[in-house]
């Protein structure tokens, strides 16, 4: 089964950048999927963020283009996600996922990133 | 881009079946079915319960069917039992443009 884990700080202030890690275990990154990343903020629903390809093509919700970066470390086997100039509007639980187009198939346990207003 | 829409909550009691929609547009529900759901218990990671509108990953969500007409897809949930009571979130992949939406959430009580 392959496992999926987030790592990042918990707390970060306004217009500072967010990066996140998510270690993958029993399953190399380049071989093939996606790995994407979609948070929750308290009170509603997903919302996926971006994701990359194990050939390291990327792909982001319109909304953040101008803020997001995903990319893969490919020695450590993870992937990360960076985002700049974050408000409080960025708080939210974020998730890392394997997944395909037809579905997330595994996901980590999640993040709570607070950004105060 | 805009969330898939599904119902705020929805209830039912232990035995009973409920069924939550999730509705989109041609561009992602409506367009190929690409269309999965998940199951989210607070602190926990998000479990696969659907995918391909109506393919379950194991024999664990047999109570779990999904259905799909036009643009809207549908999750039924049969024989409620208490641990199903969690959020349930529909999914889509949008072909032309290489990205995926989520709907709202429903959150599910069984009284």
Do not use: H, Q
């Given at each position: 089964q392959v496992q999926l884990q987030e790592s990042g700080p918990g707390q970060l202030k306004p217009s500072e950048t967010l990066s996140l890690n998510c270690a993958v275990s029993?399953?190399?990154?380049?071989?093939?999927y996606y790995w994407g990343w979609i948070r929750q903020p308290p009170g509603k629903g997903l919302e996926w963020l971006g994701s990359i390809y194990a050939s390291g093509s990327t792909h982001y919700t319109p909304s953040l283009k101008s803020r997001i970066t995903i990319s893969l470390d490919t020695p450590k086997n993870q992937f990360s996600l960076t985002l700049r100039s974050v408000t409080a509007a960025d708080t939210a639980t974020y998730f890392c996922a394997r997944h395909t187009p037809a579905a997330m198939w595994e996901w980590g346990q999640g993040i709570q990133v607070i950004v105060p207003s | 881009q805009s969330a898939l829409t599904q119902p705020a909550s929805v209830s039912g009691s232990p035995g009973q079946s409920i069924t939550i929609s999730c509705t989109g547009t041609s561009s992602d529900?409506?367009?190929?079915?690409y269309v999965s759901w998940y199951q989210l218990h607070p602190g926990k990671a998000p479990k696969l319960i659907?995918?391909?509108?109506?393919?379950?990953?194991?024999?664990?969500?047999?109570r779990f069917s999904g259905s799909k007409s036009g643009n809207t897809a549908s999750l039924t949930i049969s024989g409620l039992q208490p641990e199903d009571e969690a959020e349930y979130y529909c999914s889509s992949y949008k072909v032309g443009s290489i990205t995926w939406v989520f709907g709202g959430g429903t959150k599910l009580t069984v009284l």
């Open positions: 029993r399953y190399s990154i380049t071989t093939g | 529900v409506g367009a190929d079915n659907i995918y391909d509108v109506t393919t379950r990953p194991s024999a664990a969500f047999n």
